[in-house]
T-cell receptor, first 111, second 113 residues
Framework: GQQVMQIPQYQHVQEGEDFTTYCNSS?????IQWYKQRPGGHPVFLIQ?????EVKKQKRLTFQFGEAKKNSSLHITATQTTDVGTYFC???????????FGAGTTVTVRA | EAQVTQNPRYLITVTGKKLTVTCSQN?????MSWYRQDPGLGLRQIYY???????DKGDVPEGYKVSRKEKRNFPLILESPSPNQTSLYFC????????????FGQGTRLTVV
């Protein structure tokens, strides 16, 4: 069935540096969503990408959807301590109504 | 305030003792689902519901039951909990399923001893 793979699992970043997390699907996705979960919290929706090659920005966060709609990335510029948490990608998978999440990238920031 | 409410937030129980985790949303969403979160495995979908009286299995349904008798409520039932069901559980709802953002509850930390 549909699987969404996410790398890296952990990202340790120096404050002020950039980093990217990647999401890959075994099949074409109709859309992809990104969520952020702060330590001890619940996942919170960040964005949804629908179109092939789509790029969306939210302040220091840049989201991309691949041309083949099978991969996506989240790039964070000038990392801050507020970026700490786990970032998940999620896409429809294994049928019309199942949602498949990646394992997440857990980000820690060194001040 | 638009929200998804889960109860209880924390629960310690013994093997075999039936339990129910409640989930309620006040946004008139059609789609609701349950996930469990385990280290290194992300969020895995247990069950989902497209609307009242319509439920279906997710990726890890074994040992769980759900019901959707009202649009706002989607309880998760563990008939005979086992230690491998120790996990962090999240309920989520969305307006129209997979093409709209999901709103998550605060989570329920379940420990089965």
């Amino acid at each position: 069935g549909q699987q969404v793979m996410q790398i890296p699992q952990y990202q340790h970043v120096q404050e002020g540096e950039d980093f990217t997390t990647y999401c890959n699907s075994s099949t074409t996705l109709s859309n992809i969503q990104w969520y952020k979960q702060r330590p001890g919290g619940h996942p919170v929706f960040l964005i949804q990408l629908v179109k092939s090659g789509e790029v969306k920005k939210q302040k220091r966060l840049t989201f991309q959807f691949g041309e083949a709609k099978k991969n996506s990335s989240l790039h964070i510029t000038a990392t801050q301590t507020t970026d700490v948490g786990t970032y998940f990608c999620a896409g429809p998978g294994g049928g019309d109504y199942k949602l498949s999440f990646g394992a997440g990238t857990t980000v820690t920031v060194r001040a | 305030e638009a929200q998804v409410t889960q109860n209880p937030r924390y629960l310690i129980t013994v093997t075999g003792k039936k339990l129910t985790v409640t989930c309620s949303q006040n946004m008139n969403h059609e789609y609701m689902s349950w996930y469990r979160q385990d280290p290194g495995l992300g969020l895995r979908q247990i069950y989902y519901s497209m609307n009242v009286e319509v439920t279906d299995k997710g990726d890890v349904p074994e040992g769980y039951k759900v019901s959707r008798k009202e649009k706002r409520n989607f309880p998760l039932i563990l008939e005979s909990p086992s230690p491998n069901q120790t996990s962090l559980y999240f309920c989520a709802s969305s307006l129209e399923g997979l093409n709209t953002e999901a709103f998550f509850g605060q989570g329920t930390r379940l420990t089965v001893v």
